[in-house]
């Protein structure tokens, strides 16, 4: 008698997995290139936040200056209203003086 012939079972990818998992590729690549490339993408996305980021750091050294200037321009006013302040109240000493002396 013979032996009987058990079927292989073959292991391995058949073509039509191998042609879906290919096609399954292609479009998450596609997406993925989409969403670095695309409108609003994430080019898009990091040129803006240069950009904005570039823009805050110019606005912080204004400021900065500007606070540079008043502070700078209180001093000076400060220091001249002492010496206008001396001035009149040197006056006023020498008017005093001048006048109860007379």
């Known amino acids: 008698m013979k032996k009987s012939q058990k079927p292989k ?35 898009d996305s990091s040129s803006e936040i240069t950009n904005t980021y570039i823009i805050e750091q110019y606005r912080e050294q204004v400021q900065e200056l500007a606070r540079e200037i008043i502070l700078k321009d209180s001093i000076l006013r400060k220091r001249n209203n002492t010496r206008e302040y001396g001035r009149r109240n040197a006056r006023s000493r020498l008017d005093k003086n001048s006048s109860s002396k007379q």
């Not at 990818?13 to 290139?33: D, K």
């Open 9 to 43: 079972l073959e292991s391995g990818i058949t073509l039509i997995s191998l042609i879906v998992i290919i096609v399954i590729l292609v479009i998450i690549s596609a997406v993925t290139i989409r969403g670095i490339t695309g409108h609003e993408g994430i080019l």
